[in-house]
């Protein structure tokens, strides 16, 4: 299979590449490095430096032809999106809809949407299944939910078809440890966390310790990168082979608190982590954990490098490599 990954270069982008490369796939990466590093581009992918929102050079790489195109070049961070709404109408809606447009132009048939479990906002019930409501409570979950709708219209009106991968929270690193770069200026927790214990960032601010959970802080279903990059090639094998749109969520159905996430990096990384315990954050509902079961049914996908020492684990790895003290900080 010849896959195309638009912001392959990102912390998801290169895992989902190994994935591919791992079975012999071609893998081409599309980014414009804003966040994503050449450094994690794997040799064996075809580069091309663009950004999706340069129809010309989307144009251009799409023609070389390609089976499959994977959208992974979106900005996620839902606390910024709520700052810094253009920001993210810009890359995430009039980006994603220049490059979907110009490959339905240029007849790609299959295509992979990373989208996100934001499109749910704050649960009416748990585990979260497809069906749930789709009330985002920050904007970058409405941008993610106004693509899906835009991909269900074009493969309506289109030779067309797509699946959409709503991510719960997507955590570690290759257990390989073939992933070194970190990703630049993370907002998600465990990124931050890990930069407080490798001495990168003096502190974790805890957005609210009042929330209605057993230990008071925020709840998510933590689903590890590698366990993500194998849907994406069951997503794409799919696509292909049925010709269907099919829309799943892939997390690991287990919930873990801010705090139990705290608790295991200080056992497994033998660290301090200060943290200080703030105000909550807008648009952040107390908890939510999936319900993968369509996953496992449609695409026999499940979550296997998703438990919290294999994340925890498997992220310090990376970030003690570049810690403080390790002199070697990039
Ligand atoms: C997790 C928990 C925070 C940072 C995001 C986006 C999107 C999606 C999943 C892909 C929450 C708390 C966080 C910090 C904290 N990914 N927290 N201090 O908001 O659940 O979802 O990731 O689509 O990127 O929707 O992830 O890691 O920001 O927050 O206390 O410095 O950690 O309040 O409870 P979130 P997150």
Redesign the pocket.
Known sequence: MKVLLFGGAGYIGTHVSLAFLDRKDTVGIFDNLSSGLRSNVDSRCLFFEGDILDKERVREVLSQGWDAVIHLAAF????ESMIKPFKYSENNITGSLNLITECVKAGIKNFIL?????VYGEPAYLPVDEDHPKHPT?Y??YT?LCIEENLRWYSELKDFNYVSLR????AGYDNDGRMLGLEKNP????P?VMEVAAGIRPN?????NDYDTADG????DYVHVTDLAQGHVMAADYVMKNQENLVVNLGSEYGLS?QQIIDSAREITGKTIEVQYVE??PG?PAK?VASSQKAREVLGWKAEHSSVDSIIASTWKVYEANSVKAGSLQ
């Open positions: 996620k961070a839902a606390g990373s989208s996100s479990a934001a920050n970058y979950g993610k991510y719960f929270n997507a907002a998600n927790l465990i931050v974790l601010l805890v957005f609210g802080t925020g709840v998510r801010v909550r954050r952040d939510l």
